[in-house]
């Protein structure tokens, strides 16, 4: 976080003013340093609470690229199904959206049987039914015949995807729910609990933080990968195309030789300040994975799963499928802009 407020001046890779600079890795090594010390001192409670909010907002990243995924993929499958063998690119559409909706409907069910009792666990179950509800209305919009004008490639495809992220963010939820009787994940916490060699009890981890954990290295990896030149991609980068990529020449090649225009002696290839906050809160993101999202309790030396823990992971859900409804309404909300 420290990099990233010390860019925000940082204009080219030659900025000897910045302790950020690429040009200056002794400079930016010895700041990193004194941070890192500083940050020794403060008080867990601190971290836990800035872990929350920090992973509250990469979830929102991880959905945005989930969603740009979502839409990427239908139209690509729908161009590839104008151009020829409709009904195979079809019939792809159809079984895949079929999975997604298949394995959503199981989870649902399978998160009223294992996080809810028949006499209890109200919050389980308001909290599971809201966001049912809540992913039947994405599913019908992302279907009506004026979003379908205003966005021909919108579907089903994106729906189900969302849908089924959007129930594993409620799993996630659920599995921190410090009520036992309404979350087997902490019965398993305990029976699995063993003792290590010092004789203090070791927590394993659970099913919800390997999942968790996968889908974070699918997100880097699919922002790895991404054709650098994609315009979403470099919308949510912050990156500043160079006027001779914007001229449409290929400044690379110069008298036969291929050099490279990106040397940054006008201007960054992308926001570097952006590009570490990112960084930051990925990595506040994999601290509260690594430890459950569980809080250290001084009075019992033990950790506790609070509810500000699900209430965060709850609130990040809501708020991707208000993302993705944004993008399916955008186009007619807003006509003279250009969403494509």
Request: proline content about 5%; overall charge negative.
């Amino acid at each position: 976080m420290s990099r990233a407020l010390s860019s925000l001046t940082l204009k080219t890779s030659k900025n000897g003013d910045s302790t950020t600079s690429p040009g200056n890795p002794l400079s930016r090594t010895y700041t990193n340093s004194q941070h890192e010390l500083l940050s020794l001192f403060l008080p867990t409670p601190v971290w836990f609470y800035f872990g929350m909010v920090g992973s509250f907002f990469f979830i929102l990243i991880q959905l945005i690229l989930l969603i740009d995924f979502a839409h990427s993929w239908s139209q690509i499958w729908l161009r590839n199904a104008d151009e020829g063998n409709a009904k195979g690119w079809y019939a792809a559409l159809f079984i895949f959206t079929f999975i997604f909706y298949a394995v959503s409907l199981a989870a649902v069910v399978l998160l009223y049987v294992y996080y809810t009792r028949p006499d209890g666990c109200t919050e389980n179950k308001v909290l599971i039914s809201l966001n049912l509800i809540f992913c039947i209305i994405a599913s019908v919009v992302s279907i009506l015949p004026k979003i379908q004008d205003a966005q021909p490639h919108s579907g089903l495809l994106q729906a189900s995807i969302i849908t089924l992220y959007t129930l594993f963010i409620t799993w996630l939820a659920l599995a921190n729910v410090p009520d036992k009787d309404c979350n087997p994940t902490l019965l398993v916490r305990n029976s699995t609990a063993a003792l290590g060699a010092d004789g203090q009890v070791t927590q394993w981890w659970d099913a919800p933080s390997i999942v968790g954990l996968v889908v974070f290295l699918l997100c880097t990896l699919f922002i790895s990968i991404r054709s650098s030149d994609h315009s979403q991609v470099n919308k949510m980068m912050l990156t500043e195309e160079s006027p001779a990529m914007l001229s449409g020449g290929d400044p690379g090649v110069e008298d036969g030789a291929r050099r490279a225009y990106d040397n940054e002696q006008d201007g960054v290839a992308y926001n570097y300040t952006f590009f570490h906050i990112c960084l930051f809160l990925a990595s506040l993101y994999i601290m509260m994975t690594l430890t459950n999202w569980y809080r250290p309790d001084e009075g019992s030396q033990m950790l506790t799963s609070p509810w500000t823990a699900v209430w965060v992971k709850i609130s990040s859900s809501w708020a991707g499928l208000l993302l993705y409804l944004w993008t399916l309404v955008a186009p007619i909300l807003l006509p003279g802009r250009e969403f494509s």
